[in-house]
């Protein structure tokens, strides 16, 4: 990762950054929302640029995006709080690089919020990309929910479950789960299949 850093834009900025950045993501109670979670994001997003007919206005920011859009992670925030607020530490970050793009760049950031709905192709994009491990093999699918399971460890089983059981209805009830429609054609079948397979084990466990 942190040649991934030195390599980009990123790089610019030093390695005192890079290390600021990633402590947070290193904190002993996240599970997964870590470091790999960013990589395998920078990882869809490299691997976004490859398909045919993608048009992505700024990788640079995407990518820069990505790198912020956990680093402030409270489990039980508010909807849009943590992406707020991670937003704002990017804006601490970015103060003396004289990017042009910090504004877009707190919207790509505000996109990741589940809730937000994405102007631009690039917000669909990013947006779509946080979300790409719903579509995830079934056991690595279960394996992430129950990861983060351990990141809700201040609710009991009962309320986890109760909160897993509305998101999972509310992503199912959308139009599209992504909002990008290069990714939707890649992911959408096998995410709904996911969460519609998780449904039934919630539910049969409640009865």
């Known amino acids: 990762m942190r040649s991934r850093w030195v390599n980009s834009v990123m790089g610019n900025w030093g390695i005192e950054k890079y290390n600021s950045l990633t402590e947070r993501y290193l904190q002993p109670w996240r599970k997964y929302h870590t470091l790999w979670h960013i990589k395998d994001c920078l990882d869809q997003l490299s691997y976004a640029k490859t398909l045919r007919g993608m048009k992505i206005k700024n990788p640079e920011a995407v990518e ?8 402030i992670y409270d489990p039980g925030a508010s909807s849009g709080d943590n992406e707020v607020k991670s937003a704002d530490l990017m804006d601490v970050f970015l103060k003396s690089s004289n990017l042009d793009t910090v504004l877009e760049i707190r919207g790509l950031i505000l996109a990741t919020d589940v809730n937000y709905q994405p102007t631009t192709e690039d917000e669909c994009l990013i947006s779509s990309i946080d979300l790409s491990g719903l579509a995830l093999d079934y056991q ?21 479950d109760v909160g897993t059981v509305k998101f999972y209805e509310s992503m199912l009830q959308r ?25 039934d084990e919630l539910k049969n466990d409640e009865d």
């Open 175 to 199: 139009e599209h789960i992504y909002h990008h429609p290069k990714l939707r054609e890649l992911l959408e079948f096998n995410a709904r299949e996911n969460i519609e397979a998780a449904l």
């Open 140 to 160: 690595l699918f279960q394996a992430n929910r129950f990861k983060i399971r351990e990141e809700f460890s201040m609710f009991n089983d009962a309320a986890f």
């Open 64 to 71: 820069i995006a990505i790198w912020f859009h956990d680093a």
